[in-house]
């Protein structure tokens, strides 16, 4: 997806998360992509990106927000964490591959070039996502267990399940750095007991990583709570 199907991608997603976009409501290309101001073909590619990861729901010739609970969501990313977990301590036991230390290294160098400057730009964002997608698919194949990634297939289709799930909040840029590039040293971690050959541990990181994106979902979720709150209390 070009950057600016990356970007719009990115701001319906966050959205949508924000409450901006509420659960029930229909979107349609053409006044979608006039808000934004960009063109009908990177909403269009962005709407089933999101109908992918969950978020929308295909109406007729457009699409409906989904509305999905807290709970639905928590247990979605904490069935994720376990996957992961599970796919990495069997690539452990089983045996890494020689090209996936390799791959896994390079993430880390790619990742530490984007964070060595002490900020993100939107561009860096996406190459943080293409990072990210490669990281975690790497792990799962490296398990050699095709039902995990059928089963995480079948789980990331509710909104933040999936990796590929990037919401981020451009008014919040310092916020927003310290979490992914704490989400990055996870990554170091992970890859550290993987060529250790610790199996155990990496499992346990990879669920705690998991529950890094957790922690952001109860918070964009709280302050939809807050944020309802306060239309009440004005009106």
Known sequence: MASTGKQVLVTLRKQIADGILKGGQRLAEIPTAESLGVSRMPVRMAFKALEQEGFLTKAGRGYTVRETSPEDITGAIEVRGVLE????????????DPNVLPTLKQCLRDGD????????????FGSYHDMNCLFHDTIVNASHNPAIAEALARNQHLPFASVKALAVDPNQPEREFRRFYYAHLQHHSIVDALERGQSARAEGLMREHANTTLNYADEEQQNERSRRIRRKTSS
């Open 85 to 96: 977990g599970l796919a990495a301590r069997q690539a452990v036991e089983r045996g890494l």
């Open 113 to 124: 070039a984007l964070f060595v400057k002490g900020h993100l730009t939107d561009d860096d």
